[in-house]
């Protein structure tokens, strides 16, 4: 009897020591009321996401991406679309404006120092002139109807009401698209015809020294172009590949990309986009409202004789001795 009670015993621990075990797993798979929860074994969103960068399926459709069923750099791209390139884009291009605005309450417009000579002079032919405004036109084109994919929803969207901001919305997206073929053209042309006059020389260190023009003062050496507008050109360039590739890639979206490509294409595209408009804010206050006389280099081809000498003194210089070097000849003949 004291065995089999000792057996009893030992069965008696080995069952309360099973429920006391097993009773808490039973009980978190009960839900609050005490019914079966039957999601309580089921693994974790957060939990699989961390395992893989995203949740897939399999599909018998050629279209790969289909299978693609949560991706969590979605929703990071989303916010990025959606909060940070509105206000970061807002920033950047409000900024520029202002900055813009209080170095001419500052600065003011720079005259021509000696006034204008009457005298013009052949800056841009006209085939110069052509390739920059197809490029200058295609790009205020592609940057008002691209801020309105950024900004639109959140300023033309409550004004002009949601079905006539998709009809805006339609036509911006085909101009958009059409109109980058004559940037693309452009930006091609401008670099061929201007790559030679932009590379570095000694000069723009001592363009540098001298203030850059904008120390009234002080005379900035500089040859066709000066080292601002040589960065505008290099800056331009990359800025301008940049959306023409990430461009292309968002015209023909999955030829050789997949989901997570095309999202850094439209980052890409984004970001670069508000800079290179910046940059072209900076560029044509320059021209227009900055110096006396810049304009009229584009605008008609010609610019003032004293202009030339203040801006581009070493260009002009050259100019003029080739033109010396070329009536020499002809009077020498003459007597």
């Known amino acids: 009897m004291n065995f089999l009670a000792r057996i009893r015993l030992v069965a008696i621990a080995v069952m309360l020591f099973a429920i006391a075990v097993i009773a808490p797993a039973v ?6 009321d005490g019914a079966p929860d039957p999601t309580a074994s089921v693994t974790s969103e957060r939990s699989l996401l961390k395992q893989m960068p995203r949740a897939e ?26 909060v940070l390139l509105h206000w970061s884009g807002a920033i950047v291009l409000l900024g520029t404006i202002v900055l ?33 405004w197809l490029t200058a036109a295609s790009f205020v084109v592609l940057g008002l109807t691209g801020l309105n994919v ?8 409550p004004v002009i009401g949601p079905d006539a901001f998709s009809s805006v919305s339609q036509w911006a997206k085909y101009i958009h698209n059409f109109t980058s073929a004559a940037f693309v053209v452009g ?16 000069v723009d260190i001592d363009w540098v020294k001298q203030g850059g023009g904008f120390i009234k003062s002080k005379h900035a050496p500089a040859g066709r172009f000066n080292l601002g507008e040589k960065l505008v050109y290099w800056l331009s360039l990359a800025a301008g590949v940049a959306v023409s590739v990430s461009g292309v890639l968002l ?23 508000i800079l290179f408009i910046a940059l072209i804010l900076a560029h044509i206050y320059i021209g227009t409202l900055g110096i006396e006389g810049a304009f009229e280099a584009m605008g008609t081809g010609e610019v003032d004789l004293n202009w ?26 003459a007597e």
Do not use: C
């Not at 399926?57 to 959606?82: C, M, N």
């Not at 950024?150 to 969207?157: D, I, Q, S, V, Y």
């Not at 999955?254 to 986009?273: E, K, N, P, R, S």
């Open 27 to 32: 009980a978190q798979k009960l839900g609050p």
């Open 57 to 82: 399926g399999r599909i018998d459709i050629p279209d790969t991406k289909a299978g693609v069923l949560i991706q969590p750099a979605g929703r990071s791209w989303d916010y990025f679309h959606e």
């Open 100 to 132: 813009l605005g209080v170095a001419y309450l500052i600065i003011g417009k720079i005259r021509i120092a000696a006034g204008r000579s009457g005298r013009k002079v052949l800056r841009f032919k006209a085939f110069e002139r052509f390739s920059h």
């Open 150 to 157: 950024t900004f639109g929803k959140r300023l033309l969207l």
């Open 187 to 202: 930006l091609v042309l401008i670099t061929v015809i201007f790559f030679k006059d932009n590379l570095l020389e000694k």
């Open 251 to 273: 015209l023909f979206p999955f030829y050789g990309t997949d989901i997570a490509d095309m999202q850094l294409a439209q980052i890409v595209h984004a970001v670069v986009a």
């Open 308 to 333: 030339a000498k203040e801006h581009h003194d070493l260009w002009i210089a050259r100019q003029l001795a080739s033109k010396e070097g070329q009536r020499e000849p002809s009077t020498t003949a």
